[in-house]
C-alpha cells in the first residue's frame, strides 16, 4: 500500500515538474504590447493651452460654471454621467481664456461633492479645490477629504523683495518662476468649502 501511494505522488511530482517546466523556460521574443493611452490623460492633454471666449463646451461633459480665483486666473468645473469632474484653470488674455491646467477628480465618495469654491486657514482667497461634504441646510462645509490648490499671481511684498534681493547675493540656487493657474495636490488641514448646491 506505501508503494502504491508512493508511486502516486512521484507520478503527481513528475506531472507537476512537466507542466511548470514551461514557466521556466526562455521566454520567446514577442512583441511588446502597445500600451494604449488613457482617454482621460489624452482629453487633459488636448485641453492646455486651448484659447477661446465665452464657453469652452466639451464633448461628453456638462458645464457646471465657474469663476474668478485671483486675477487673472479663473477655475472652470466640467462633470460627465459617471461622476467623474473635470477642473480647468485659465488665464485671462486679451478678453480670451487660455488654459493653464486641468484635473481629472474620480467620482466622490457617496454624500460628498467638488466645490471649486474653498479657501484654507487665513486665506480667503477661493483657489482650493475640494472634495466635501456637509449638511444640506450650511453654506460652508469643512468636512474635506481630498483637496487642490490652484497657484495664484503672487502680491508684491515690499519687505520681501528686500529679503529676496539679500538672498540673491548669498543665495546659487534661484526660486522657482510662479506659475499661475497650476494645480497641485494639498493638505485638508483648515480647508472649509461652500455648499455646491448652495
Known amino acids: 500500500m506505501h508503494s502504491t501511494i508512493f508511486r502516486s505522488l512521484s507520478a503527481a511530482c513528475v506531472s507537476g515538474l512537466l507542466l511548470a517546466g514551461p514557466a521556466f523556460a526562455e521566454p520567446e521574443m514577442a512583441e511588446e504590447p502597445v500600451e494604449e493611452e488613457d482617454a482621460d490623460a489624452k482629453l487633459v492633454q488636448s485641453l492646455l493651452g486651448q484659447t477661446y471666449s465665452g464657453e469652452l463646451p466639451i464633448e461628453g461633459w456638462t458645464d457646471f460654471g465657474g469663476g474668478l480665483v485671483s486675477p487673472p486666473i479663473y477655475a472652470h468645473l466640467y462633470k460627465r454621467e459617471d461622476g467623474t469632474s473635470l477642473v480647468l484653470t485659465t488665464r485671462l488674455s486679451s478678453k480670451k481664456h487660455v488654459v493653464t491646467d486641468a484635473l481629472m477628480i474620480s467620482k466622490p465618495w457617496k454624500g460628498y461633492e467638488i466645490s471649486i469654491a474653498c479657501t484654507q486657514g487665513d486665506d480667503f482667497t477661493l483657489r482650493v479645490i475640494g472634495d466635501a461634504r456637509g449638511p ?36 546659487t ?12 495636490k494639498a493638505n485638508t488641514s483648515g480647508v472649509k468649502c461652500t455648499n455646491p448646491n448652495w
Open 173 to 184: 540656487e534661484p526660486k522657482p518662476e510662479p506659475q499661475p493657474g497650476k494645480i497641485t
Open 136 to 171: 444640506e441646510g450650511n453654506e460652508w462645509w469643512s468636512e474635506v477629504r481630498r483637496a487642490w490648490a490652484i497657484e495664484i499671481v503672487p502680491k508684491p511684498d515690499p519687505e520681501a523683495e528686500a529679503e529676496t534681493e539679500a538672498e540673491t547675493e548669498t543665495q
